[in-house]
């Protein structure tokens, strides 16, 4: 029985009990014996008696039972309300109940409610691949007629080839929620808010920032492949991440491929929520949104973001949505009445309208995908010197005076993107028909208009605003798409600019090598890599000039154990050791993972050195004289990739990494280990702190004129050793596998960091 229910019974029997001796003592109080009766009155009398030998001591235990009975049935109850809601919470964060599907925890936010599980997990980009992976285009069509997700999951299963899904999959097809809960499931329909709240919310492992996460789905259960994320989009994104399926510009391939006169091409449809029925599968989950404080159909004036995502996804041959353009210009989306919207109040848009502002779009999108950009005028010449690198151009047109465009009204514009040149003429990528498209409509109109070659002057006089538009182009990488770079040296730094890499080496799981960067990296973004080989030198010289008498060889510190020192181990007590900032899996081999932008990195502690440029110029009078590390935020979710020279022949490769702590213990200097702190400096003086042990983080005092640094570095002694027996540490591990750790020491060595600033 539940133990609620008995408690709750019980209480309820002593409450009666109570109550019905209460009652018969009042009224055996009050009765008075009647004439005639002898028995009656022999009785009543009797009890009477009884009842005032007991006196007020019956009163006591009666009232007592009674408010116990009270008691026990208020707990009773409760707790069979709270076992309920466990029961039913214990239901709803575990998929595969069987009196419904959850097969992603729930958030209590609406704003994911136009989404399937399936979307939300995984992104509106992969699903869209889904549909038309397993669908044929008649049948795309009518699925993208059907207005809610729980009408397209209904057709889903009723015709998908089943052999195309995982018993998984057809779980996160299934799972719509509501305000956080799955409507066809009654245990979480009946859930209450605070419940829902409380007990879902934070639950391991959601996610800050993203209200859905996985529970034992894996992208290898969808998609196959080997996990790395080149296939789907990356959770926690809305869709975002790294894009999939790379190509060469006019290679496109995929759902949203169109073939042009030269070539196939990334390519999404304008139009309003009946865009699906016309185009047949190009207007995506974008088309039946609305955004702005006006709530205006985004097909009706999103052309800004439209053209964008075409012109990102040929540039980078890969395929970046519109609705992927509007998460990363900062849009947040909700649900209103079972449609989404989009607020644009990021300082990428004139907010709370639509109104692009074009120099802030332009460098947040040059920052996430690694592009160059240029203001253009209205010089023919300055246009086609973009063209010839392979680059676009991003400008509006006055709808009357292009026959690109379709309006005839005088101040209707569309921004368009400029594709190619060829001898005075241009042609344009556009999301939608024009007139110079001979009368069609829809898809067929667009791809008509895109081959339409329009005079260069033509095209350069008819625009909105010539200065306003922008070029953008890609640095071609050294080497054949493998993500080299190429590097201005400049002392102990280099800026870094390239193409990410294609090629990778698997380090087992979802962590891999990058043959080149692993994102893209452009001069706008102010990407840098330091040189610890000529650091480390740079330091040797330095103290040996102070009159150091280092103990170990400078090649024994550029060589020794890979240069990589384990720091917290796997196995440490994350209560203990946790890995700072947040969004690590712990269950990830071989090592705690963190995927940022559709990368898996480790877990390392960076010395100041590698956070911030300007923390040591050489050895000059500055910050690392007194500042052991720098402000959190410098670290929070810092791209780093970690470059290594593979000892047998000396092939570059890059892996991936963010902190997962900050190194403190460097000083002097802040490039390699050395188990001392930087406290203060001031009139010549420093103070400093000198850890005892391993895990000693506050350490000892120590105070020395400027004068005895070298003194202080050949005599100082920290956990048994000299100082300096450390200087060969320049990447301190964080929860890596000792067999990653050793296969790292064993087969490379660390050269240096790459480092994307924040």
């Known amino acids: 029985m539940n133990i609620g229910l008995t408690i709750l019974l019980i209480g309820i029997a002593l409450l009666a009990i109570g109550m019905m001796v209460l009652v018969l003592y009042i009224k055996v109080m009050l009765t008075k014996p009647k004439k005639g009766g002898a028995i009656k009155k022999t009785f009543i009398t009797t009890v009477k008696a009884v009842v005032s030998a007991l006196g007020v001591k019956l009163l006591i235990i009666d009232i007592l039972v009674t408010i116990l009975g009270g008691i026990l049935a208020y707990l009773g109850l409760n707790l069979m309300i709270l076992q309920s809601q466990w029961t039913t919470v214990a239901t709803v964060v575990t998929h595969g109940d069987s009196e419904c599907t959850c097969a992603v925890k729930c958030s209590n936010d609406s704003n994911d409610d136009v989404m399937t599980s399936y979307e939300l997990l995984y992104g509106t980009n992969e699903y869209s691949h889904m549909l038309a992976r397993v669908f044929r285009a008649y049948q795309i069509r009518e699925l993208n007629s059907l207005q809610s997700g729980t009408e397209k999951s209904n057709y889903i299963l009723e015709h998908a080839n089943w052999d195309e899904f995982s018993e998984e999959e057809l779980k996160a097809l299934q799972d719509r929620k509501e305000n956080g809960r799955n409507t066809q499931c009654p245990v979480c329909n009946d859930l209450g808010d605070q419940q829902l709240k409380s007990q879902c919310n934070g639950a391991d492992p959601y996610i800050e920032g ?345 090649e024994w510190a550029l060589t020794s154990s890979g240069r990589l020192c384990k720091g917290v181990g796997p196995t440490a007590n994350i209560d203990d050791y946790p890995n700072r900032w947040g969004g690590w899996d712990y269950s990830a081999s071989p090592a705690a993972l963190k995927q940022l932008d559709g990368v898996y990195c480790v877990g390392i502690a960076p010395a100041p050195t590698v956070v911030y440029r300007e923390y040591n110029d050489q050895f000059k009078h500055g910050i690392w004289q007194n500042t052991s590390s720098m402000d959190p935020s410098y670290y929070s979710n810092l791209r780093i990739a970690i470059v290594l020279e593979k000892k047998s022949d000396g092939k570059t490769y890059y892996l991936p990494a963010t902190p997962a702590d900050a190194k403190a213990h460097t000083f002097p200097g802040g490039i390699v280990q050395t188990n001392v702190q930087a406290n203060k400096y001031q009139n010549g003086t420093y103070s400093v702190n000198v850890a005892q042990s391993s895990g000693d983080a506050g350490g000892r005092s120590a105070t020395f004129d400027e004068r005895r640094i070298g003194s202080f570095v050949t005599n100082q002694l920290t956990c048994g050793n000299h100082i300096c027996a450390y200087f060969y540490n320049v990447v301190e591990t964080y929860r890596w596998s000792d067999k990653l750790l050793q296969t790292l020491q064993r087969d490379y060595r660390v050269t240096g960091f790459v480092v994307w600033p924040k």
Not at 244 to 253: M, V
Not at 421 to 442: I, M, Q, V, W
Not at 495 to 514: A, I, P, Q, W
Request: glycine content about 14%.
């Open 210 to 554: 993203w209200t859905w996460s996985k529970t034992d789905i894996t992208t290898e259960d969808y998609f196959g492949g080997d996990g790395s994320g080149n296939n789907s989009s990356s959770i926690g994104d809305g869709g975002g991440g790294t894009p999939s399926n790379a190509t060469s510009q006019g290679n496109a391939t995929g759902a949203y491929a169109v073939q042009l006169d030269d070539g196939m091409y990334y390519w999404y449809h304008q139009g309003g929520p009946s865009c699906n029925n016309i185009c047949g599968g190009y207007c995506g989950d974008w088309s039946h949104t609305m955004w702005g404080e006006s709530r205006k159909w985004f097909g009706n004036n999103g052309c800004a973001v439209y053209s964008l995502a075409i012109a990102i996804s040929n540039l980078l041959g890969q395929e970046i949505t519109p609705t992927q353009v509007l998460y990363d210009l900062g849009c947040t989306p909700h649900d209103e009445n079972g449609v989404r919207v989009w607020e644009t109040s990021s300082a990428n848009f004139a907010a709370p309208g639509v109104d692009i502002k074009r120099p802030n779009a332009i460098e947040t999108l040059a920052r996430k995908y690694g592009f160059q950009y240029k203001a253009l005028t209205d010089d023919v010449t300055s246009w086609d010197e973009i063209l010839d690198k392979g680059g676009y151009i991003w400008n509006s047109w006055w709808d009357a005076q292009c026959e690109w465009c379709q309006s005839t009204k005088p101040r209707d514009s569309h921004f368009m993107v400029i594709r190619k040149k060829e001898g005075d003429n241009y042609y344009c990528f556009t999301s939608c028909r024009g007139r110079a498209g001979g009368g069609l409509s829809g898809k067929e109109g667009a791809i008509a208009t895109m081959n339409v070659p329009i005079n260069k002057q033509t095209v350069v006089s008819t625009v909105k605003n010539a200065n306003a538009g922008w070029g953008i182009w890609l640095d071609e990488p050294v080497s054949g798409g493998s993500g080299t770079i190429e590097l201005s040296p400049d002392g102990w730094y280099s800026d870094v600019t390239g193409t990410r890499s294609t090629e990778t080496v698997s380090l087992g799981g979802n962590l891999k090598l990058y043959t080149g960067l692993p994102w893209n990296a452009s001069s706008s973004a102010g990407v840098y890599m330091l040189d610890t080989d000529i650091a480390t030198t740079d330091l040797y010289s330095w103290l040996t000039g102070q009159g150091a008498n280092i103990q170990n060889s400078l």
